[in-house]
């Protein structure tokens, strides 16, 4: 949750959009962490929620640092992209996607979204056939001479982007693949081949997200969990300021500052302990507002791609038509009635940091952008604040003189 989100929610009155839900251990655990003076980078808790997570995904291993951003910029240092390398991106995601990228002095080229909101593979496949050739066992984009080198596909809100494609383009054009799992914790693809595996672990590497409004926060934190064991423990090297002797400080690479703390490795443990009771929950509420909303004219909730498999992170509402002057007059019409909402992000390649970099046609992606805002998901909802909830977007239209 942001320092934005966090002023709604004084009020109690007011409905926000997605709040951390604490009813286990956190107490005990972070308590037991200030008990014991670790606090810092170093403690028993760390490993702990590690291995839990590890565990939990049925992955190799996982290394704790300080955010899903941090995370994602590891794994692009350990794989091996650099100045002046292409990765591949959606436009619409979070912008920590994209920054990540720009933090290793590489370029993104920005992509559609599907019916889902997830990266276009088609589109990826027409750009490494139509733009791109293999030279020396890497992808050149033939215009400019760069290596295309990583994807970064993004789960966005929950749903599922097509890894059986994406998996099988990346072999063959040798690009490596960073899972941006960050909003899909406990989701399980239902189908294709890796139908049973949780998101995350399909691609060369995945990373989670343990920010204030996921489904499991620790605060602020993330995650890099892997089948590659080596990958991660070099992750982890770097995650520590890439030291080889903790009494003599000797550092044979350079690293970072990301390591996760141990009163946030407590937090995330007790989390990690209720994470199936916030998914059921979270599916549950998902269909309350499904049923509750069902004969709304003006607009619908987005079904996810995967009814079962989807963690249900966040709830998108529709305009049935791309309007975003009716989009913002509902935002306002919400929030006039407490009840926090928001549009989807800006897509990333309009944004002014951005425009300078390549975009394929992005049509699906602004059409969303002008038809969704999102709801409040939270795992703290009462049947009373979801039908409230409800009541508000039915009542829009008829009072909307837009």
Known sequence: MSAGEEAFCVDKEWICLSTPNFRGNEKKYVDEAIETEWVSTAGAFIGRFEEHMASKLSAKAACACQS????????????????????LVPTLTFI????????QSAEP??????????IR???????????????????????SGKTVKAVIPVHVFGDFCDMD??????????LTVIEDATESLGGVFDRGRYAGRPTGTVGHAGVLSFNGNKIITTGGG?????????????????????????????HEEWGYNYRMTNLQAALGLAQLEELDMFLETKRRNYARYQARLAGCGYGELLPFGSEEGSNHWFYSF????????????????????????????KLNHTQTPFRKYRAMDCGNALQFYDRVVNIPCGTNL?????????????????????
Not at 165 to 174: G, K, N, S, Y
Not at 390 to 397: I, M
């Open 96 to 103: 920590a996607t994209v920054n990540a990228v720009l933090y």
């Open 165 to 174: 494609r994406l998996m099988d383009l990346a072999e063959r054009f040798h």
């Open 382 to 402: 009462t049947e009373a604040q979801l039908d409230r909830v409800c009541e508000a977007l039915l009542a829009f239209e008829k009072e909307d003189r837009g």
């Open 121 to 143: 593979v088609d589109q990826v496949e027409e750009y490494l056939e139509r733009d791109c050739h293999l030279e020396d066992g890497r992808t050149v984009e033939t215009a």
């Open 222 to 250: 993330g995650m890099v969990v892997s089948n590659d064991e080596a990958a991660v423990n070099h992750i982890r090297y770097l995650s520590q300021q890439a030291k080889d002797d903790a009494v003599y400080f000797v």
């Open 68 to 87: 899903g951003t941090a995370g994602l910029h590891l794994c692009l240092r350990h794989f091996g992209v650099s100045a002046g390398d292409l990765v």
């Open 109 to 118: 080229v920005f992509f559609d979204c599907d019916e889902h909101m997830c």
């Open 318 to 345: 529709a305009l049935r038509r791309p309007d975003p002057a009716k989009r913002d007059r509902l935002l306002q019409y919400l929030n006039n009635r407490q009840i926090q909402a928001r549009p989807i992000w």
